[in-house]
């Protein structure tokens, strides 16, 4: 009977974190529940499964986008950045850096969410203003911070990126 | 008095102690992990052969089940298990206790993990089923036939105690100081705290105001969903891994609910993603760890967000009526309080400790407090943040601010006239020690925000509100173990669930016991196996009392490595002294890496351990200043400014206090605007997603303001009082108080949404024109 179920499925080549990946995936699958239950990325997080919290962002295609929302067999040619691929090789991003030095973060499960949302602002406005730190992030949901130190760590890691810091 | 200012916080110190990890702001310990997405929470742990849960609740808010058909989810292929009630204890008349909440009776914990008889709420379990993904699992759990017979939902408390209202248990008696009602009720307790002469402080005073004010349900809101992963292993033990506030209540729970001996139950710990309470207790443990037991698989859960918002958490919504008086010099003669809280589906809401919180911040000798613990058919509710405060001191908070104005008296002034203060009994007790809510008004009367002039530009209308906030902040039992390394550092295992940088701050403490460093110092949160028995995450306990517990253990460390040093170098014990991290016994000296290496080779195993249970609570204290302004065309309200003001005794890891005092307020702000269950006539829950459910977002409030303020807490080693709680309390009241000094008119009602400002606003205009 399990093969019955599995006859379903689809084979889906995609790029995760810039590298080229295969896997299987029920048309009904999203794409976070395969990044999750699947391939083991445990970094993006479901917090509501229906767009609302922002905790499951990853970026596909230079789009930031709510991996709840997105098919899985949507991803087919897709380049895909979730958290796991935000620090580079040679260490943190400044974002993540910032959240650490900042204290940007408590119970920490709304982070990755808000720093793919963060880069993916930074990626297209390299020098927001504190509204629109807020606008942009209004998508991401934190109930311990309260923000204040959310939108700090953000506007600090542009001006560092800028070479202001 | 010293007064630190960094460009977003403020510091004012009551005391001269200057430490040298204690107060620094390091990058905490689990940072790196959690900014990676490489931390492991509940629901990112999975086991080989693993299948996955998923729970049939109640689509009616009361019914009686009659009968449970499993046939048709039991068929579906790839379905390995389907369990209802009957698989889980015969609770009979067990009482099994719950970390913050008190003992209560087992029927009515595993029945609200899955419905026994009746279904008491929208979304209440009542089977459950186990399948080869989530999907399978979700298809079965729709297939299960329940037999309902509907009975009429009872939504509110006030309507819930009429008499001849309809009952949700048959054999629940109201509690009336331990003896039992003689018919059976939706009370399911009285509670009475009276000090002095309630009747002649009222007559001895010049001004009276008595008001009545409602809440709505809300909930605690965390963002990671429930989870939970079973396995059994062949010799009759169990593992869940789970996120909680606190695993050794859970895998007490567990063990009660399924009937299985303590001692074969390990619960794992995984991060947390928040709680604020609403993490307390058990939903999916037991309910994974049947279905494993019965499919012979490890079983993995999640819960929805939808169920979430149904079935867990919330904090009571209800009813306050609040009377105070005060006579000519603006001095408090009485307080009248009585207040009816949602329990839920089962008794036991925090309506205690809201009757306990109503006065707390005013020396107030004449009393009398009642409060009524009212089931209905609402998801069982839980502790949140501070629980049963929030609504009761909203009601007095803003009973004080009527006061003022009818007296013409300062509500700074006021406050320091009648602050509670060391040695002012409490109602209900005890006596305060050292508190610190004097200095944390002094240090609202000096803030910049209270000092600046609110612009009020023509057309708009602008408000300032200040309101105070109490918690007890309390100790409970934690536990330490701390291993040292053959590298001079320290493995330090404890039992408490790090929610918010308590790692870090309870490492602080032993490292500053010690004289070593933060990064000398490595903190792990372990499982039940591996530490002694720590309660919950909650209370605001954790840097206090299991930080309490690494300063006993990092003693004990020290103890043991002095007697190890006097074998290493054959002499006395006593004549070994430690100072600056270093040992020094005749002419002989090792700092404490040295040591450790030395002890190492000498084959000596130093392992310091401690449990302790504070006695003295911690007392937190707050006092917020809000500005608002009020869109008269459309009743929304804008939070302009905001500043939040907290004895934190010793604020042990700063940016993580500020924190907590930011995201308390917001959380404040969130139940004071916006939070609000929506019920329908049939007693469904209409608007349980985070859309409708509405949280604030970075949008919805400002930059949140601190001020620490520094009144040691006596009953700690550091003098911490603890943080997590009280910012949530002054935020509803302060608001409301700002609303009025804005527009003129009082709102009771929570939440201030912007449909229920405009409706006030309309009616005056209305009034006006009539």
């Known amino acids: ?165 | 008095m010293a007064v630190e200012t960094r460009e977003e916080a403020v510091t004012i110190k009551h005391h001269s102690v200057d430490y040298s990890v204690v107060g620094t702001r390091p990058i905490r310990h689990d940072g790196v992990d959690k900014v990676t997405g490489a931390a492991r929470y509940g629901a990112d742990v999975s086991q080989p052969g693993q299948i996955y849960g998923a729970v049939t609740r109640s689509p009616h808010a009361h019914a009686r089940i009659r009968s449970i058909d499993t046939s048709k989810a039991e068929a579906l292929p790839g379905v390995h298990a389907v369990i209802t009630s009957a698989d889980l204890a015969d609770p009979g008349e067990k009482v099994t206790g719950g970390g913050e909440a008190t003992a209560v009776p087992l029927k009515h914990k595993s029945g609200n993990v899955m419905a026994r008889g009746k279904a008491l709420y929208h979304g209440h379990a009542v089977a459950a089923v186990a399948a080869i993904d989530a999907h399978t699992a979700g298809e079965a759990a729709a297939l299960i036939d329940v037999d309902y017979e509907v009975l009429p939902p009872v939504m509110d408390v006030l309507e819930a105690m009429k008499p001849g209202a309809t009952l949700l248990h048959d054999d629940l008696h109201t509690d009336i100081a331990g003896e039992a009602s003689a018919e059976p009720s939706n009370v399911a307790a009285k509670f009475l705290f009276e000090e002095g002469d309630v009747e002649a402080g009222f007559a001895e005073a010049a001004v009276v105001v008595e008001r009545e004010f409602t809440f709505a349900t809300v909930h605690q809101g965390y963002i990671e969903n429930h989870n939970a992963l079973a396995l059994w292993h062949g010799d009759g033990e169990l593992t869940v891994w789970c996120s909680s506030q606190g695993h050794f209540t859970i895998r007490a729970e567990v063990a009660d609910i399924l009937d299985v001996p303590i001692s074969k139950v390990k619960v794992i710990p995984t991060e947390i993603g928040g709680g604020f309470g609403g993490k307390t207790t058990c939903y999916l443990e037991p309910l994974a760890a049947a279905l494993a037991r019965k499919a012979g698989r490890p079983v993995k859960m999640t819960m929805a967000r939808a169920d979430i918002l149904k079935a867990t958490g919330p904090t009571p919504g209800g009813y306050v009526r609040v009377k105070m008086g005060v006579d000519s010099d603006g001095k408090l003669t009485a307080g009248e309080a009585y207040m009816a809280f949602e329990a839920g589906g089962y008794p036991g809401s925090v309506v205690a400790a809201g009757c306990m919180c109503v006065f707390a911040p005013y020396n107030l000798t004449n009393v009398k407090i009642e409060g009524d613990d009212v089931v209905v058919n609402r998801p069982k509710t839980h502790a949140y943040r501070a629980p049963g405060a929030t609504q009761a001191e909203f009601a007095s908070e803003t009973v004080v601010d009527e006061i003022c104005e009818q007296l013409g008296i300062d509500v700074l002034d006021f406050r320091t006239l009648n602050s509670a203060e060391e040695g002012t009994w409490r109602a209900g007790g005890p006596a305060y020690g050292r508190i610190g809510h004097k200095e944390c008004v002094e240090a609202a009367r000096g803030s910049e925000h209270w000092n600046s002039t609110l612009e009020k530009p023509a057309g708009t209308y602008r408000g300032r509100g200040v309101a105070s906030g109490f918690w007890f902040n309390i100790g409970f039992t934690s536990s330490a173990i701390a291993r040292l390394n053959p590298d001079g550092t320290v493995t330090l295992l404890e039992g408490s669930p790090d929610i918010g940088g308590t790692r870090s701050s309870i490492a602080m403490q032993f490292a500053e016991t010690l004289g070593i460093g933060f990064d000398d110092v490595i903190p792990m949160v372990v499982d039940t196996d591996s530490v002694g028995y720590t309660d919950v995450t909650g209370g605001s306990r954790v840097t206090f009392a299991t930080g309490y517990a690494a300063h006993e253990a990092a003693n004990d460390m020290r103890k043991q490595m002095i007697e190890g040093m006097a074998d290493v170098w054959d002499v006395a014990a006593d004549s070994i002294t430690y100072e600056n991290a270093t040992f020094t016994a005749n002419g002989e000296s090792a700092t404490f890496k040295e040591a450790a290496h030395l002890l190492n080779e000498d084959t000596q195993q130093i392992i310091g351990k401690a449990t302790v249970t504070p006695e003295k609570e911690g007392n937190a204290f707050a006092v917020h200043i809000a500005d608002v302004e009020v869109d008269v065309e459309t009743g929304k309200v804008t939070v302009l400014r905001y500043t939040a003001i907290q004895d934190a005794g010793v604020a042990i890891y700063p940016p993580y206090v500020e924190g907590q005092m930011q995201g308390g307020a917001v959380q404040g702000i969130g139940w004071a605007f916006n939070e609000e269950y929506f019920y329908d006539d049939d007693g469904r829950l209409r608007n349980a997603t985070l859309l409708d459910y509405r949280m604030p977002t970075t949008l919805d409030v400002p930059m949140i303001e601190t001020i620490i303020v520094e009144v040691p807490h006596p009953g700690s080693p550091f003098g911490v009082r603890g943080v997590g709680e009280v910012p949530i309390v002054p935020p509803p009241a302060a608001l409301a108080i700002a609303i009025y000094d804005a527009v003129g008119i009082r709102y009771r009602d929570l939440p201030m949404s912007p449909h229920r400002v405009y409706a006030e606003l309309a009616a005056r205009q209305n009034g006006a024109e009539a």
């Open chain 1, 1 to 165: 009977m399990a093969t019955e179920i599995l006859s379903g499925k689809v084979h889906v080549n995609t790029t995760i974190n810039g590298e080229s990946t295969d896997f299987l995936a029920e048309p009904r699958e999203s794409l976070l529940e395969v990044l999750r239950e699947t391939l083991g990325l445990t970094g993006a997080k479901e917090g509501c499964n229906d767009g609302n919290c922002g905790a499951c962002n990853v970026i596909m295609d230079g789009r930031l986008v709510n991996s709840c929302c997105v098919l899985a067999v949507e991803a087919s040619g897709a380049d895909v950045t979730t958290i796991e691929g935000i620090a580079g090789p040679s260490g943190l991003h400044p974002l993540q850096e910032k959240f650490l030095e900042h204290a940007a973060l408590q119970c920490g499960v709304c982070t990755p969410g808000f720093l793919v949302s963060a880069k993916a602002m930074l990626d297209e406005n390299p020098n927001p203003t504190e509204d629109e730190v807020r606008w942009w992030l209004a998508g991401n949901l934190c109930r311990c911070t309260g923000y204040d130190k959310i939108v700090r760590a953000v506007l600090d890691a542009a001006a560092s990126m800028r070479g202001e810091g």
